[in-house]
């Protein structure tokens, strides 16, 4: 077992979110998780899946837009 399992804290900390957004990412089961016991663990591995499904990659323009008249 050489993957870090991370606590609800180190998620939302690495997000930039508070505690509650990985504890509702927990309860929906949009992320993976370990119980052990009573506790929860996020394997890093699930983190950068969750960030990797959500990244928006930018739009690539053709050509510039200048002189558009909305």
């Given amino acids: ?11 939302a900390e690495l997000l930039g979110t508070s505690v509650r957004f990985p504890r509702r990412l927990i309860e929906e089961r949009r992320i ?9 663990r996020i394997p890093e591995s699930a983190v950068e899946e969750f960030i990797r499904a959500r990244t928006v990659q930018p739009l690539r323009r053709s050509r510039p837009r200048y002189g558009r008249v909305a």
Avoid at 1 to 11: A, F, I, N, Y
Avoid at 32 to 40: A, E, F, P, Q, S
């Fill in 32 to 40: 993976r998780y370990v119980k052990v016991g009573r506790h929860v």
């Fill in 1 to 11: 077992m050489s993957e870090r399992h991370l606590s609800v804290d180190q998620v």
